[in-house]
C-alpha cells in the first residue's frame, strides 16, 4: 500500500510524525505537508502562483518528506502528481479537533477531500489539544482505526477524532449545531484594534455523534460524502413548485 502523508500544521508538527509511524506498519510512507501552518485553511487552493516542494528540514526515519509552499489541498495535488498516485492520504494527526461544523473549514478534512476527488481513499485524523496530547497513548487507537478503515473498500472519506484518553470506538454522524459566533475586540501592544473570532456552541451534543463521542472519550469515525445535495429538501421543492 502507498500512503501519502499530510496535515494542516505544518511539517514541524508532533502528530504528523506520529501518525507516518503509524502507517509506515501498513506499507510505504511518503510525506508530503505544507512548510507553514495552514489550520482553518479549508479547501483553499493556489491558482495565482507556482508551487515548490523541498526536502524536509526534520528527519522522518525510512521515510522520505517533503515541505511545500502551498495550502493542504496543493499538497494532496503535488504529492499525488510527484508520487504516481497513492492508494490512500492521511491527513492529521492535527493538532486540535475537527468536529461538527469545524469540517466546513478543516484544513485538516480538506486534505482528505482532496484525495477523494483525484479518486484516492481519504481520512482525517485529530485530537484536541487543551492538555497536551500523549501520542503514545493514542497509538493503538490509530492503528485499530487505520487498520478497520483500510480493510473497508466503500468507506472513502471519513473523519476520525480521538479524545485524550480513548476508552473505545463509535461509529457517530456530524454533529450540527449552532453557535454564538463570538467576536471579541482588544488591543496591540502599538494600540492597534484587533478582533479575534470565537465560536460558542448553543446546544449539547446529542448522542451518536462525533462531539457526543469525544465528550464520552471514545474514538469518534465518521463516514462523509462530497455530495452536499439535500435530498429531502430537493424532493420537496420539486413537489411543491415544479419547473416546466
Known amino acids: 500500500m502507498k500512503i501519502l502523508v499530510t496535515n494542516d500544521d505544518g511539517i514541524y508538527s508532533p502528530g504528523i510524525a506520529a501518525l507516518a509511524k503509524i502507517a509506515s506498519r501498513f506499507g510505504e510512507v511518503k510525506i508530503v505537508a505544507p512548510d507553514v501552518e495552514q489550520s482553518s485553511m479549508g479547501h483553499a487552493i493556489t491558482a495565482s502562483r507556482p508551487l515548490s516542494y523541498k526536502k524536509s528540514p526534520i528527519e522522518f526515519e525510512g521515510i522520505d518528506a517533503y515541505r511545500v509552499n502551498g495550502t493542504p489541498a496543493d499538497c494532496v495535488a503535488l ?30 478534512l480538506a486534505a482528505a477531500k482532496q484525495a477523494v476527488l483525484f479518486g484516492i481513499k481519504g481520512i482525517a485524523l485529530s485530537t484536541p489539544t487543551d492538555v497536551e496530547p500523549d501520542f503514545e497513548k493514542l497509538d ?77 472519550q471514545f474514538v469518534s469515525i465518521t463516514p462523509l460524502r462530497l455530495d452536499l445535495t439535500n435530498e429531502a429538501e430537493l424532493m420537496k421543492a420539486q413537489l411543491a413548485y415544479p419547473i416546466t
Open 79 to 108: 504529492g499525488q502528481h510527484l508520487w504516481d498516485k497513492p492508494d490512500v492520504v492521511l491527513s492529521g494527526i492535527n493538532l486540535g479537533p475537527n468536529l461538527g461544523n469545524a469540517m466546513w473549514h478543516s484544513g485538516t
Open 140 to 216: 493503538p487507537f490509530v492503528e485499530k482505526a487505520l487498520d478497520l478503515l483500510f480493510k473497508n473498500p466503500h468507506l472513502n472519506l471519513v473523519n476520525v477524532n480521538f479524545p485524550h484518553d480513548p476508552k473505545g470506538v463509535r461509529w457517530t454522524r456530524q454533529s450540527v449545531r449552532l453557535y454564538d459566533n463570538n467576536i471579541v475586540p482588544g488591543l496591540d501592544p502599538m494600540g492597534r484594534k484587533h478582533y479575534w473570532f470565537t465560536v460558542v456552541p448553543l446546544e449539547p451534543a446529542e448522542e451518536g455523534t462525533d462531539r457526543w463521542a469525544i465528550e464520552n
